[in-house]
């Protein structure tokens, strides 16, 4: 599978680094490694979900119980949690780290992804949400760090947008 293990152990070592002791997720395919790290963590909660939305509210109910969160999701995810982020997260002011596989841009081949990719910021940048993208190795722990810091610190939703370029390694010709 050409999904970075490498790149995925950053990107969890960062999280954990910023305080995450939860993390909410739906399988996908560029999240695999992290949620496999997730799962073998002894000092990490691992919620399995069925629905994106679910992760809403399971983050706000460790917000309230004191634990750092992140939600692990696609883009296609995100869209379909619109309503737990409007009317729960910013309606109540909980602090959400977003960690969104930004999937159906450039270079995308699978075309069940595409749609996707052409509302994520714009959706993002609708609800007001801030973003950032975290396509290389040696930006990922200070990004993410970031982002929790602006989470916590504004008690609203943050997002970060995976990029192919930091998630996907193509195969050697």
């Not at 979900?49 to 750092?68: C, Q």
């Not at 973003?131 to 990004?143: F, N, S």
Request: hydrophobic share 45%; net charge negative; aromatic share 4%.
């Amino acid at each position: 599978m050409p999904v970075s293990v490498t790149n995925s152990e950053l990107v969890y070592d960062a999280l954990k680094g910023s305080g995450v002791r939860l993390i909410s997720a739906l399988p996908e395919t560029w999240l695999v490694h992290l949620v496999r790290l997730a799962d073998q963590d002894r000092d990490m909660i691992l919620v399995r979900l069925a629905k994106e939305e679910e992760g809403i509210g399971i983050s706000t109910g460790a917000h309230f119980a004191g634990l750092r969160t992140a939600l692990l999701m696609q883009n296609h995810g995100f869209l379909q949690s619109i309503n737990g982020i409007a009317s729960l997260a910013l309606l109540y002011k909980i602090p959400l780290l977003l960690m969104i596989t930004d999937r159906g841009t450039m270079g995308e081949r699978d075309p069940w992804q595409t749609e996707g990719g052409k509302y994520t910021r714009r959706t993002l940048d609708a609800l007001n949400i801030v973003r950032d993208d975290l396509a290389r190795p040696e930006e990922v722990r200070g990004k993410v760090a970031k982002a929790m810091a602006l989470a916590q610190s504004s008690l609203s939703p943050v997002a970060l947008l995976l990029q192919r370029d930091l998630m996907w390694e193509e195969p050697a010709a």
